[in-house]
């Protein structure tokens, strides 16, 4: 007998939670080359789909518009996501097709990383430690002279990011904001986002950052791991911050499917992300233990494809700023703690509000309609019955999860000093600077009341 049929026989026979059998069990799920992927990768890798009868084919991905599209299409069945990418979906950016997500798939994980010449031109405006080493978190306010030397000089100052629906869009937006710069707006007749821009973003496919930045094309990007670690290892970047400086254990990607295939495999569906769940308890298990493993199974060429030290520089607990500054970042990759796998609508409603803030959502919508989005688009119903079943298995905890809770984290305070409640998203909203607010509207380039 099969190994991997044996273990999936002993697993059904001992626990009758599991013995709900998939209506599919062949499926292929998309992601990029990211470290992120990890839970897709430990779970394929250790056996977890396995034991919960689904056979499971990962295929990287060139971008994430080719990802979401393979998802729309259904040529890929489900995928690791932008946390903004089903919702944008859900209000009608490039599909009609419903996706949802039951699966947060990580916290943090990304960085801002600028060119060696600019962060040359920033140090003298960051302040330092005793010891001689910059002082963090490095707000944007040391990149303005830089950027008005740029304007000068006539020169534009390019950054990158990874999707216009990304969450590292708009964690660089929040960054640069912060610091009094303007990223620019977006607008239905011009979807550039650079309406207005002091510094103008434009997307870049996240392994190929560091050679567009070392080509001069643009000057800096926020990205995820390991293309950060990448360029201060190689000489040709610094990491000025990492997202878990601009907002403690944010959202990163989720795990998405389309909505009607959720309707139609509710097993399949409850299989998937038991799998993943139980993918990303062993991430963290023990103190992240497992890490420097994870960091060898993604350096394999079929995932990230990146050396293992490099992955394993931020994976393992540690992040290196530039050459030789390497710091304790204990939480920069979370995968399970801190109820890191719940769908949290407060976490999509972030989002909602940070495509009104720069016009992506061009009208005014009032609260109702950001938790009725969120609602609809995150699923932790699904995710609490698949950890129900875990539980009832003996394979989890019932402590492990929040049951009980409304789906919204309780208010946090973001590197601005603004705090922010989803529960009141408007009002988050008109306390941000720069920026569209809950009554005004752009026309023309200008930023008007409704």
């Given amino acids: 007998m099969p190994r991997r049929f044996a273990a999936l026989l002993a697993l059904v026979l001992s626990h009758p939670a599991a013995a709900q059998e998939p209506e599919l069990a062949e499926l292929t799920f998309g992601f990029i080359k990211l470290t992120d992927m990890v839970p897709l990768a430990i779970a394929l890798e250790r056996g977890y789909f396995a034991e919960e009868g689904l056979e499971i084919t990962l295929e990287a991905q060139a971008n994430w518009r080719v990802l979401r599209d393979g998802v729309l299409s259904g040529t890929l069945q489900g995928a690791q996501m932008l946390a903004a990418q089903p919702l944008a979906a859900g209000i009608g950016y490039g599909s009609e097709a419903q996706i949802v997500t039951p699966f947060s798939m990580d916290l943090n994980g990304n960085g801002i990383t600028v060119s060696t010449e600019v962060w040359e031109r920033m140090r003298p405006h960051v302040p330092s430690l005793?010891?001689?080493?910059?002082?963090?978190?490095?707000?944007?306010?040391?990149?303005?002279?830089?950027?008005?030397?740029?304007?000068?000089?006539?020169?534009?100052?390019?950054?990158?990011?990874?999707y216009p629906f990304s969450t590292h869009n708009y964690e660089l937006r929040y960054w640069l904001a912060a610091g009094g710069l303007h990223p620019g707006l977006y607008a239905p007749e011009d979807p550039s986002g650079q309406i207005g821009a002091d510094v103008f973003l434009s997307v870049t496919p996240p392994p190929q950052m560091p050679a567009t930045m070392a080509a001069g094309a643009i000057h800096g990007y926020c990205v995820g791991e390991p293309w950060n670690q990448a360029a201060v290892q190689r000489g040709i970047g610094v990491s000025v911050i990492t997202d878990y400086e601009i907002w403690p254990n944010n959202p990163e990607k989720v795990f998405a499917l389309r909505a009607d295939f959720v309707e139609a495999y509710p097993n399949t569906t409850r299989a998937i992300v038991r799998a993943l769940i139980r993918a990303a308890m062993w991430l963290d298990a023990d103190d992240n233990a497992n890490r420097a493993e994870a960091a060898e199974i993604l350096s394999r060429p079929a995932y990230v494809g990146a050396e293992a030290g490099i992955i394993a520089a931020s994976m393992t607990g540690t992040f290196e700023y530039e050459p030789g500054d390497v710091r304790a970042v204990p939480d920069f990759n979370v995968f399970f703690r801190y109820d890191a796998t719940y769908p949290y609508y407060s976490d999509a409603i972030w989002y909602l509000t940070q495509m009104r803030r720069w016009g992506q959502i061009a009208e005014a919508r009032d609260d109702t309609w950001y938790h009725e989005v969120a609602a609809r688009v995150y699923r932790p119903d699904i995710y609490l019955d698949a950890a129900q079943s875990l539980i009832d298995d003996g394979l989890a905890?019932?402590?492990?999860?929040?049951?009980?809770?409304?789906?919204?984290?309780?208010?946090?305070?973001?590197?601005?000093?603004?705090?922010?409640?989803?529960?009141s998203p408007n009002a988050y909203i008109d306390r941000l600077p720069l920026g569209l607010t809950g009554t005004t509207r752009l026309i023309n380039g200008e930023v008007v009341p409704e």
């Fill in 397 to 423: 905890a019932a402590a492990d999860f929040p049951f009980g809770s409304d789906g919204y984290r309780e208010p946090v305070t973001l590197l601005d000093g603004i705090p922010y409640d989803g529960r």
């Fill in 130 to 162: 005793p010891d001689g080493r910059p002082q963090h978190p490095i707000g944007a306010e040391a990149l303005a002279p830089v950027v008005q030397a740029f304007r000068a000089q006539g020169r534009r100052f390019e950054m990158g990011m990874v």
